[in-house]
């Protein structure tokens, strides 16, 4: 059973160990996010492939600041009152990825309930402004719920991102104590009205495993994210970032991840990345490719 104690930092199988960071390129994308003054999910959520990922000169930038006004138990981004937002930011965001030459930018934010539109003018003009930066990089954001506004949800659809990605997390079971200030239905219809406003538009979502979640519970999650219109899966361990956050109930083995992987390709997924070291954006643009 889960309960609100503090709870004591698992010991980490072998296959969850990874290389301490180092080397010119890691130090080269540091250098460029201090630059620029650019946060990313991979040092504010404390991500495990943050080295192995700006080692090969890529990042998913974090923007909308870095304080998110929800206070979910799994993640390690702080929350409290977020900052005003930074008209400047967009064009930093590009510029740095023009710096890092890449060919596959990924953009994800905070969650900003406190903003009318829930940021989605600012998604918008950062993918603009990244378009406007490297025409023939591919665009892949990771959005907030944007607490049900189709409206503002539009703002972000009509600059027609390669892939628009939106995690529902976990089962519906698990929402209260995992999202309390979620709701999985809303998610889910979150990814519905991105293929009514367009359905070549790509819709990608992800599930952590390791919360106490059962079997049926997940093919039954991942069935409602293919009749949401959902083609692109991510499956990954959840791993608790301190004390503070839910425990882990169990480390899923690489094998099961490859089992979830086969049957979720049976279902009827287009891609799917599944591991115990995989995120939302990790190896994205191999992901796109694939297609």
């Not at 996010?33 to 959520?45: D, N, P, S």
Request: net charge positive.
């Amino acid at each position: 059973m889960m309960s609100d104690r503090v709870n004591a930092i698992q010991r980490k199988p072998p296959w969850l160990k990874h290389k301490i960071p180092s080397g010119p390129v890691y130090q080269g994308v540091r250098g460029i996010l201090r630059q620029k003054q650019i946060h990313t999910v991979c040092q504010e959520a404390l991500c495990p492939n943050m080295g192995e990922c700006f080692s090969h000169n890529t990042a998913t930038f974090l923007i909308l600041g870095d304080h998110c006004s929800r206070n979910c138990r799994f993640c390690a981004v702080q929350h409290g009152n977020p900052k005003p937002i930074d008209a400047r930011e967009p064009v930093r965001v590009a510029e740095a990825a023009q710096q890092m030459r890449l060919k596959h930018v990924v953009i994800t934010s905070v969650t900003r309930d406190d903003l009318a539109d829930g940021g989605a003018n600012h998604f918008a003009e950062t993918i603009s402004a990244v378009r406007s930066h490297l025409p023939e990089a591919k665009v892949e954001v990771l959005i907030p719920d944007l607490q049900g506004d189709w409206k503002a949800l539009q703002k972000i659809t009509i600059t027609r991102p390669d892939v628009l990605n939106h995690n529902l997390e976990t089962v519906p079971r698990l929402y209260p104590m995992v999202r309390p200030q979620a709701v999985y239905q809303r998610s889910l219809e979150l990814l519905r009205q991105v293929r009514h406003m367009d359905a070549a538009l790509l819709t990608k979502s992800g599930l952590m495993l390791g919360l106490g979640e059962e079997a049926k519970e997940i093919e039954r999650t991942l069935q409602d994210l293919l009749e949401a219109g959902c083609s692109l899966l991510t499956l990954g361990q959840y791993l608790q970032p301190s004390s503070r956050h839910l425990p882990i109930q169990r480390f899923v083995t690489p094998d099961e991840f490859e089992k979830w992987k086969s049957k979720a390709l049976r279902m009827g997924f287009t891609r799917v990345a599944s591991g115990p070291l995989v995120r939302s954006s990790y190896h994205a643009r191999e992901l796109l490719q694939r297609i």
